[in-house]
């Protein structure tokens, strides 16, 4: 079935630091792909989303590339802030379902 | 962007109460909602879909007539835990799906904590 593999956290950076979150997805037919974060004590919210291939989401300075060829969908910011510190969930949605990936903690330092 | 809401933000009860939850879309119509479950430091769990005007469709696993899901108008829905016990505290979260030129997306509320003592 369709599933969502990220990679375990915490991570942990110094402020200005460049951060990925790795992501991959297996899905059949054409998904879309979603980074939400949640901070603490907090619901989830769209961080930035890609409906096709090659796609590109962007949002706060963090950005995501849809890759169909390598099923991946790689969260990356240039320079993390301490206000980014929350859990990063990355998902895709296909026939009507969401699927989850298990998050990943990010913790960043001043 | 678009808001969900939720109601109320953090529940504690005794065991053997029922505890409603309710999840409005604030700033659009919403035919369809979701409901998930999330245990600490783990992802989110899809508990079931809640159709307006029609039953939810659950998934495998989830007890129907423990986790009761009512969606009466475009902007509500409602989950009760019935005879809550212990092992259903837990994070619940809703969404709400928003469809806008041929896009859909889903729309996350900010949770309701439920501690069962």
């Known amino acids: 079935g369709d599933s969502v593999t990220q990679m375990e956290g915490p991570v942990t950076l110094s402020e200005e630091a460049f951060l990925t979150i790795n992501c991959t997805y297996t899905?059949?037919?054409?998904?879309?792909l979603f980074w939400y974060v949640q901070y603490p004590g907090e619901g989830l919210q769209l961080l930035l989303k890609?409906?096709?291939?090659?796609d590109k989401g962007s949002n706060k300075g963090f950005e995501a590339t849809y890759r169909k060829e390598t099923t991946s969908f790689h969260l990356e910011k240039g320079s993390v802030q301490v206000s980014d510190s929350a859990v990063y969930f990355c998902a895709l949605t296909n026939f009507n379902k969401f699927y989850f990936g298990s998050g990943t903690k990010l913790n960043v330092k001043p | 962007g678009a808001v969900v809401s939720q109601h109320p933000s953090w529940v504690i009860c005794k065991s053997g109460t029922s505890v409603k939850i309710e999840c409005r879309s604030l700033?659009?119509?919403?035919?369809?909602m979701f409901w998930y479950r999330q245990f600490p430091k783990q992802s989110l769990m899809l508990m079931a879909t809640s159709n307006e005007g029609s039953k939810a469709t659950y998934e495998q696993g989830v007890e129907k007539d423990k986790f009761l899901i009512n969606h009466a108008s475009l902007t509500l829905s409602t989950l009760t835990v019935t005879s809550a016990h212990p092992e259903d505290s837990s994070f619940y979260i809703c969404?709400?799906?928003?469809?806008?030129?041929?896009?859909?997306?889903?729309?996350f509320g900010p949770g309701t904590r439920l501690l069962v003592l």
């Open positions: 890609a409906t096709k291939a090659d």
């Open positions: 700033d659009f119509q919403a035919t369809t």
């Open positions: 969404s709400a799906r928003m469809t806008s030129g041929g896009q859909e997306t889903q729309y």
């Open positions: 899905a059949t037919g054409y998904p879309s």
